[in-house]
């Protein structure tokens, strides 16, 4: 069964730094890989996905993810954050081959310092 | 703009006291999931609709039931609400089943008193 990890529960950035959010996930076969946000209180938006093909994805809001097969991860990153992206990150997986559900990571907070 | 949508956003009811939640979708997608969230945790599939046929979690309770009369709505009902049922319920629609994307409506946030 696949699974996602998500190693880091709690992230701070400082304003206009770099970031990075790790994802490792599990499955035997080719995944189909997802970075959703969620702001307190809403739902959660879809950022990037990952099917297949070229291996560095571009997102919404200046977010890239780059799959690595060899090291079963799919890392969220954004040259400069802002205060705005301060918010709950999930990685999630799915399974190839028709099974219509996704599984989520728990999640990694992001946390802004001005 | 074609969206997913969820009310109420905030529901209070009563320990015991059934209550149902509403998810409509103007995207005409054939999936339509119900996930659990609390606190601080990822969202728990509950079940889902690929159209009309019901697909449900194994460890989904039995006091969770849902109904989907048309390719718009689907609702969550539970039937007696536990304090351990309060959460967040987010509804999500795919387009089909397997390598898709699911978008996700705002969520009602379940009180139980």
């Known amino acids: 069964a696949q699974s996602v990890t998500q190693p880091d529960i709690h992230i701070t950035v400082s304003e206009g730094a770099s970031l990075e959010l790790r994802c490792n996930y599990s499955?035997?076969?080719?995944?189909?890989l997802f970075w959703y946000v969620q702001s307190p209180g809403q739902g959660l938006q879809l950022l990037l996905k990952?099917?297949?093909?070229?291996?560095l994805v571009q997102g919404i809001k200046g977010f890239e993810a780059e799959f690595k097969r060899s090291q079963s991860s799919f890392n969220l990153r954004k040259p400069s954050v802002h205060w705005s992206d301060a918010a709950e990150y999930f990685c999630?997986?799915?399974?190839?081959?028709?099974?219509?559900?996704?599984?989520f990571g728990k999640g990694t907070r992001l946390h802004i310092l001005p | 703009d074609a969206m997913v949508i969820q009310n109420p956003r905030y529901q209070v009811t009563q320990f015991g006291k059934p209550v149902t939640l509403s998810c409509s979708q103007t995207?005409?997608?054939?999936?339509m999931y119900w996930y659990q969230q609390k606190s601080s945790q990822a969202p728990k599939l509950l079940f889902h609709?690929?159209?009309?046929?019901?697909?449900n979690e194994a460890d989904t309770p039995d006091n969770f039931q849902s109904r989907r009369p048309n390719t718009s709505f689907c609702f969550l009902d539970i039937r007696s609400p536990g304090l351990g049922d309060a959460a967040m319920y987010l509804c999500?629609?795919?387009?089909?089943?397997?390598?898709?994307?699911?978008?996700f409506g705002p969520g009602t946030r379940l009180l139980v008193l």
């Open positions: 999500a629609t795919s387009r089909d089943a397997g390598r898709v994307s699911q978008y």
């Open positions: 499955y035997g076969a080719t995944p189909y």
């Open positions: 990952y099917f297949s093909g070229d291996t």
């Open positions: 999630a997986v799915g399974a190839w081959g028709g099974d219509d559900k996704i599984i």
């Open positions: 995207l005409n997608h054939n999936v």
């Open positions: 609709y690929y159209d009309k046929d019901f697909n």
